[in-house]
Structure formats: C-alpha cells, structure tokens
C-alpha cells in the first residue's frame, strides 16, 4: 500500500478552499490535492515592476500597468446599473476605465487626488482604448514591487471565476499552500545530475516557479521543471526499450522463403523504391537478430507503406508464422482486406477479416481456424486485440495509422503469445520529431522518404464558397476526361447532426448539378451500417459512380488511383494533418491530380494559416510540424488518451532543445546503470515507479 504523504491532503483542507471549492477544482482542473495544486502551475507571468504612461498604451498589449488619477466616476443605463466609467488621467493623458458588475461598493472607494496603480488589459473601441475590469489600488509604499516583480497568471474557468478563484485567487491559495507544505518537497532528481547540470533544488524551483523571486531564478526554475518531466518519460521509454530487448526473445525468421521470393519475383506489378527495400531490409534484419521487432515505420500519405507490411507479413509465413494487420477504422480494414486479398490471390494464402460487424457464426468460424492455424493473415479493427482472439502462432502485428491506438494496447500483444510477436507500427502521417520522440521513443524507426516515381505533385487551391460554380466546371472537366471526384463534408462530433445536415444538402445539391442519368454519385457517411457504406465504395472504387460524397471517414487508406480531384469543404474547420490526409486519397495514379479546399470568406488566422500551408506545400514532415506550432499536442489526432503528453510544463512546441538533452541524460544514465541499481540513482528508481506504477513489471520476465 501507498503510504500517504502531508501533500496528498486533499486541497478542500486548504484554508481558503472548503469543500465547495474544492468541488470545483476537482472538476474543472483536476486539481484534488496539495501536490496537485503545487504542480499547477502559472502559464505565463506579468510584469508588474514595469510602468506605462496612458500615451504608451498599444492594442496589442496583454496588460498594462499605469500610476494616475481616478476622476468623472459614473453610472450608466437603466436604473443606473449597467456599467460603471471612469477616467484614469496621467501627465500623457487619460484612458477609459469600465466596470459591468461588481461597481456598486467599488464606486466610493476612489478618492480625488490619490494616486492609484491601475493594472489590466487594454481594448481599443474605434479610436479609444478602455480598460475593462481593471485592478485598481492606492499607491503606497508595499503596492509596488510586493513580492517579486513577476506575478504568475494561472488558467481559470468561467465556474471558478465566480466562486473567486480567477487567476489571483488561485494564486492567493498558492501562496497560502507553499510555505506549508515547503518542507515536504522531496527532491526527485540524483544529485550527481543536479550538479553536472547546475540544477536548482525541487523545491525552490517550486516556490520559483509560481512567485519568482527574480527573472534568473524564474528561467532556472522552469528549464529545471521542464527538464525533469521530459527526462523521466524518456528514462521509462528507454529502460522499455532496453529491458525489452534483453528480457525479451524474440521470434527468428530465419529464412526469406517462396512466398516472399514468388511475390515479389512474379507478382509485384512494380518494382520497390529506394526506400520501401531499405525498410525491408531493417525489418529483416530485426526478425533476424532474436530479439523482438518494435518499429515504427514513417512515411508520408501515399509513399507505399502498405506492400511494406505486406512483404513483411509473407516473411512471417514462409517460416511458419501468421501475421496480423490492425487498422483504425472498419472501413480501412475492410479495405487492406479487398487490396491484399487480391493481391495474395495467386499465393494461395488463407486471410481473414474480422471486426465489430463480424457477425457471430463468421466469427466463431474466424477465432477457430486462427486458433487452430488454417488462418495465415488476420486482418481487422482493434477487435484484435481482445483476449478471445487467440492464435496458432502470431509471429507479426502490424498496426495501421497507429496513432489512433495508445500505447498501452500496443503492449497489450505482447500477452498474445509466449514469445511476443514483431510489431510494425505504420503512422497515418508523419508526425513532428518532438511527438515522435515522446510517444515513439522506445521504437526504432524506419522512414520511407520518397514517393514511387511517376507522381505528380498534387496540385492545391483555395477557392472560396462563392466561386463554387467555378469548381463544378472544373470537376465536370475531370470527369469528362475519365477522372473521378471525392467531395468530402467536416463531420465533428458535437454538431454530428448539424453536420449530417450540411452532407446531404451538399449531395442534394451535386446531384442537382450532376444530374443522372449523365452523371452518377455515391455517398458515404459514418451514419450508415457498414454493409452499406461497403457497397457504396465498392462502386466508386470500380468506376460505377463519378463522385463520391462522404464525411472523413474516407480520410484515411482509401485508395482510388483513377480519382484526381478532392474538393473539400469547409475546409477552414480541419485541422492540417486531417486536411494533408485527405488531400492523400488522389494524386495515387499517374495523372495529375488537384486539391480544392473550400472555405466561406471570413476566416481566423490560424484557419488562413492552415489553408496557405496547405497550398504552398504537400511536405507532410513540414505539415505536421506547423500542425503543431498551431495547435500544440494536446490537440493532434489520437493523442489525446494516450496520457503521456498530459504535459504540466515543457511544451513540444518549443521545448526541442531541452527534449533532446533530456532524452541524452537518459542514455548516459541508463548506460551506466541499466536497472537503477546505484543508491546515487535510488531517487531515479523511485520517482519513476510513482510516475508509472503501472509499467510493465520487466522483473517477472525473464
Ligand atoms: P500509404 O503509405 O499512404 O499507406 P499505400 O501503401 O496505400 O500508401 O500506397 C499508395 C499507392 O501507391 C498504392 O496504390 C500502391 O499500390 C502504390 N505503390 C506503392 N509502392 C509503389 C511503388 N514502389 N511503385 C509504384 N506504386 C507503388
Ligand atoms: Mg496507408
């Protein structure tokens, strides 16, 4: 049993919080305990050393602090309640200061001829500037410079706003929390590490860090805090990594046999790139050593990742093994299903599917043969990795657009057999170094960094709503000269309904424009039954219907070759990697393709800037980078479960530089001591069964 510590006091027993409060910050922040709100920390600092005259006042400031006089106090609207105005007047001029609620005490409180430190955010309302709800207090010799010259700024929510707890409020139970609980903060990095680094001590970091003493002991605080939390996700990855890799046998393919060769020598319709036989050659070379195979395979939308998995799963079978393909969605299972079906046909191998909508006698069919090992290749959803699922002898999983699946389940293949199968992990599109690194770095990695030879550029347009008609001429261009069209409809899930709405009203009015019997279209969304939704594509990828109609579901895998234009619209309410996704599912074949991104005029700046990237480039490395910049981890597809980015403080946008020094630190330390034995490393030991107590137990394998 955990032993409980003084800083796992629940916060509610803080003076100042109680237990509605403490409601509240357990259910907009997550904060339940002393430690908790230790680790909440301010996202950003003010300023409050810093004066600015009323003729310095910019726009574009966050805040401002100015020294004046209050004067021309009053009371507008109905009843006299509606707000409240002020001028605040220096030796530069004057400036507006407004009230909405909370005026009535405050407007006797302003006496004439005293100087008040005024401090807020600045708006400009035509050619005024106003400050709304401004802090105001009288000058006197502890007004300025109080503490320290930063003041943190914490995130609030709208519910604890009106509970008192917005930014200072919270900040006020910091300060209440920290010299309390000062003395318990123990130190979780080895001092040998705080001293080659010149680290400070946790727990001036942590007083630092929410009221710095002075900007120097601010930076040192957070680059220490930062470091910390990058260095021990990486320490556990690595140790996974490295305890895996010497507890772990792993299945030896030791033969490239006939269906590898006959594959690839008869039935491969083109030859290999440059970089899909490299990969190939690290795949063998890893189901070769004895150990067993964790590796990531990146490469852009299109750049052939599957005949990779392919190939690999036929190295599986020529030494008596079966394999597995694991893919996000049952359309996309469905789909590698048809594709590699057709392509193994000749090789007489036996491949399954299975998935939510397997139906029961099939699937009792399907978990038999695999048991009884009259299946070769498994392919399906995440069905497969349910504990019914058994095989004969799975010696390879791969996992299609892999981060849609976390890591826990990754590792939950692992118990599938004695000796664990190979894992290839394929993503969807790249992802940025930084994300890679934290999510991917117990993986080794393969990379395929070029396209086959014969692809044009997909060329992209941003085309606004009222250009439409522009748009239709253009796809009954394409479609007169042979080609087909997807048009595809945001579908988030909140506003499903409202969106479902726009998709039909999109289909009724491409129908309308492209009538039959002249013009033929599908449609599919996630809405329908599968069976459905099967026959739709079926007739679409086989040339039935000229347009395709669908929300994303047809974002990821689908591949139509003799589909070259994908008209997207709304395309401002994507995110990047969604749109560079979809933009994927043409330029497959050999003529040229375009992209047509619609959007209404309006749009926000990070929409405009997603839809400039978007044109000026089809670099899906760059892409995912700017994807990043924009909206930050906690945002990118499939992340979000996964846990491990539920960063406190270092932030994968910026914080390159320290992740790579932290992932470094962990090296040299592990190197050194592989399984944390040292008592110099026993704090190391200890920090990280608290951070990942549920970890796999790398003891009891042997
Ligand atoms: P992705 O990496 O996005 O999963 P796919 O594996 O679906 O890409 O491949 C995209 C298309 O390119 C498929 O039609 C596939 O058959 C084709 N392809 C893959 N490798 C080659 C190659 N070396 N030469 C020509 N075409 C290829
Ligand atoms: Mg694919």
Redesign the pocket.
């Given at each position: 049993m955990k032993r409980l510590q003084y800083l796992d006091t629940p916060v509610e027993y803080l003076k100042g919080v109680g237990p509605k409060r403490a409601d509240l910050l357990r259910e907009e922040l997550e904060i339940f305990t002393f430690q908790d709100l230790l680790h909440f920390y301010p996202f950003r600092y003010i300023d409050r050393s810093r004066f600015f005259t009323v003729s310095e006042v910019r726009a574009d400031m966050l805040y401002v602090q100015i020294r004046g006089r209050i004067t021309d106090i009053q009371l507008h609207g109905k009843n006299r309640t509606t707000r409240m105005t002020a001028w605040l007047e220096d030796a530069t001029g004057r400036i507006e200061l407004v009230w909405f609620r909370g005026f009535k005490w405050l407007k006797d409180q302003f006496k004439p001829g005293v100087e008040y430190i005024v401090f807020g955010k600045p708006s400009l309302f035509g050619s005024k500037f106003t400050i709304a709800h401004p802090e105001v207090e009288p000058v006197t010799p502890g007004a300025i410079n109080q503490d320290s010259a930063m003041q943190p700024v914490y995130n609030s929510t709208e519910k604890l706003k009106s509970m008192g707890l917005d930014s200072r409020g919270i900040g006020k139970l910091v300060k209440t929390l920290l010299p309390q609980v000062r003395d318990h903060i123990r130190e979780t990095l080895p001092s040998h590490i705080l001293a080659s680094l010149k680290m400070l001590p946790r727990d001036e970091c942590l007083l630092n860090v929410h009221f710095p003493v002075n900007d120097i002991l601010l930076k040192k605080a957070r680059a220490r805090l930062k470091f910390e939390e990058l260095f021990y996700i990486q320490v556990n990855l690595l140790q996974n990594r490295m305890l895996r890799n010497s507890k772990l046998q792993g299945h030896v393919f030791t033969q490239i046999g006939d269906y590898f060769n006959d594959f690839f020598h008869k039935h491969l319709s083109?030859?290999?790139?440059a970089a899909?036989k490299r990969v190939l050659k690290e795949i063998r070379g890893d189901t070769l050593s004895g150990r067993q195979m964790n590796r990531l395979l990146q490469?852009?939308?299109?750049?052939?990742?599957?005949?990779?998995a392919l190939m690999s799963m036929l190295m599986a079978i020529d030494n008596g093994f079966q394999s597995s393909l694991m893919a996000p969605t049952e359309i996309l299972a469905f789909q590698h299903y048809e594709s590699i079906s057709t392509m193994l046909r000749p090789l007489g191998l036996r491949i399954g599917l299975l998935t939510g909508s397997t139906k029961s006698a099939d699937r009792r069919e399907i978990l038999a043969d695999l048991k009884e090992g009259r299946l070769d290749i498994l392919i399906g959803t995440h069905a497969l990795i349910e504990d019914v699922v058994r095989f004969k002898r799975l010696g390879l999983v791969v996992i299609?657009e892999q981060h849609r699946f976390g890591v826990a389940q990754r590792a939950r293949l692992w118990s599938k057999s004695q000796v664990p199968p190979h894992v290839l992990v394929?993503t969807?599109t790249p992802i940025p170094r930084t994300l890679a690194m934290t999510l991917y770095g117990d993986l080794d990695v393969s990379v395929?960094d070029e396209l086959?030879?014969?692809r044009k550029p997909i060329k992209t347009l941003h085309q606004y709503d009222r250009n439409r008609l522009k748009v239709f001429g253009f796809m009954r261009e394409q479609i007169k000269s042979g080609r087909q069209v997807y048009v595809v409809y945001p579908l988030i899930q909140e506003s499903e309904k409202l969106d479902l709405k726009d998709l039909t009203d999109g289909y009724e009015s491409i129908v309308r424009d492209f009538p039959p019997p002249r013009y033929s279209v599908s449609i599919v969304h996630g809405r329908m039954k599968p069976a459905d939704k099967d026959y739709e594509m079926q007739r679409f990828a086989q040339g039935h219907t000229h347009i395709m109609v669908a929300t994303t579901v047809i974002e990821v895998?689908i591949?139509v070759?003799n589909a070259t234009v994908m008209v997207i619209e709304s395309a401002e309410r994507f995110g990047l990697s969604q749109l560079h996704q979809l933009r994927?599912r043409v330029g497959?074949g050999a003529e040229q393709s375009y992209c047509i991104l619609m959007s209404k005029d309006e749009l926000s700046i990070d929409a405009r800037k997603r839809l400039e990237v978007m044109v000026t480039t089809n670099d899906g490395f760059r892409i995912a980078e700017t994807d990043l910049q924009l909206r930050g981890p906690g945002d990118i597809q499939g992340t979000q479960q996964s846990g491990i980015l539920d960063l406190k403080i270092a932030d994968l946008t910026q914080d390159e530089g320290i992740l790579q020094f932290a992932r470094k630190q962990a090296k040299r330390l592990l190197e050194d001591d592989p399984m944390l034995d040292k008592s110099a490393n026993r704090i190391v030991r200890a920090q990280l069964n608290k951070l990942y107590p549920e970890s796999v137990q790398w003891g009891r394998i042997s």
């Amino acid at each position: 049993m955990k032993r409980l510590q003084y800083l796992d006091t629940p916060v509610e027993y803080l003076k100042g919080v109680g237990p509605k409060r403490a409601d509240l910050l357990r259910e907009e922040l997550e904060i339940f305990t002393f430690q908790d709100l230790l680790h909440f920390y301010p996202f950003r600092y003010i300023d409050r050393s810093r004066f600015f005259t009323v003729s310095e006042v910019r726009a574009d400031m966050l805040y401002v602090q100015i020294r004046g006089r209050i004067t021309d106090i009053q009371l507008h609207g109905k009843n006299r309640t509606t707000r409240m105005t002020a001028w605040l007047e220096d030796a530069t001029g004057r400036i507006e200061l407004v009230w909405f609620r909370g005026f009535k005490w405050l407007k006797d409180q302003f006496k004439p001829g005293v100087e008040y430190i005024v401090f807020g955010k600045p708006s400009l309302f035509g050619s005024k500037f106003t400050i709304a709800h401004p802090e105001v207090e009288p000058v006197t010799p502890g007004a300025i410079n109080q503490d320290s010259a930063m003041q943190p700024v914490y995130n609030s929510t709208e519910k604890l706003k009106s509970m008192g707890l917005d930014s200072r409020g919270i900040g006020k139970l910091v300060k209440t929390l920290l010299p309390q609980v000062r003395d318990h903060i123990r130190e979780t990095l080895p001092s040998h590490i705080l001293a080659s680094l010149k680290m400070l001590p946790r727990d001036e970091c942590l007083l630092n860090v929410h009221f710095p003493v002075n900007d120097i002991l601010l930076k040192k605080a957070r680059a220490r805090l930062k470091f910390e939390e990058l260095f021990y996700i990486q320490v556990n990855l690595l140790q996974n990594r490295m305890l895996r890799n010497s507890k772990l046998q792993g299945h030896v393919f030791t033969q490239i046999g006939d269906y590898f060769n006959d594959f690839f020598h008869k039935h491969l319709s083109f030859s290999l790139t440059a970089a899909q036989k490299r990969v190939l050659k690290e795949i063998r070379g890893d189901t070769l050593s004895g150990r067993q195979m964790n590796r990531l395979l990146q490469g852009d939308v299109g750049s052939g990742k599957t005949i990779v998995a392919l190939m690999s799963m036929l190295m599986a079978i020529d030494n008596g093994f079966q394999s597995s393909l694991m893919a996000p969605t049952e359309i996309l299972a469905f789909q590698h299903y048809e594709s590699i079906s057709t392509m193994l046909r000749p090789l007489g191998l036996r491949i399954g599917l299975l998935t939510g909508s397997t139906k029961s006698a099939d699937r009792r069919e399907i978990l038999a043969d695999l048991k009884e090992g009259r299946l070769d290749i498994l392919i399906g959803t995440h069905a497969l990795i349910e504990d019914v699922v058994r095989f004969k002898r799975l010696g390879l999983v791969v996992i299609d657009e892999q981060h849609r699946f976390g890591v826990a389940q990754r590792a939950r293949l692992w118990s599938k057999s004695q000796v664990p199968p190979h894992v290839l992990v394929m993503t969807a599109t790249p992802i940025p170094r930084t994300l890679a690194m934290t999510l991917y770095g117990d993986l080794d990695v393969s990379v395929i960094d070029e396209l086959p030879p014969g692809r044009k550029p997909i060329k992209t347009l941003h085309q606004y709503d009222r250009n439409r008609l522009k748009v239709f001429g253009f796809m009954r261009e394409q479609i007169k000269s042979g080609r087909q069209v997807y048009v595809v409809y945001p579908l988030i899930q909140e506003s499903e309904k409202l969106d479902l709405k726009d998709l039909t009203d999109g289909y009724e009015s491409i129908v309308r424009d492209f009538p039959p019997p002249r013009y033929s279209v599908s449609i599919v969304h996630g809405r329908m039954k599968p069976a459905d939704k099967d026959y739709e594509m079926q007739r679409f990828a086989q040339g039935h219907t000229h347009i395709m109609v669908a929300t994303t579901v047809i974002e990821v895998g689908i591949d139509v070759p003799n589909a070259t234009v994908m008209v997207i619209e709304s395309a401002e309410r994507f995110g990047l990697s969604q749109l560079h996704q979809l933009r994927g599912r043409v330029g497959r074949g050999a003529e040229q393709s375009y992209c047509i991104l619609m959007s209404k005029d309006e749009l926000s700046i990070d929409a405009r800037k997603r839809l400039e990237v978007m044109v000026t480039t089809n670099d899906g490395f760059r892409i995912a980078e700017t994807d990043l910049q924009l909206r930050g981890p906690g945002d990118i597809q499939g992340t979000q479960q996964s846990g491990i980015l539920d960063l406190k403080i270092a932030d994968l946008t910026q914080d390159e530089g320290i992740l790579q020094f932290a992932r470094k630190q962990a090296k040299r330390l592990l190197e050194d001591d592989p399984m944390l034995d040292k008592s110099a490393n026993r704090i190391v030991r200890a920090q990280l069964n608290k951070l990942y107590p549920e970890s796999v137990q790398w003891g009891r394998i042997s």
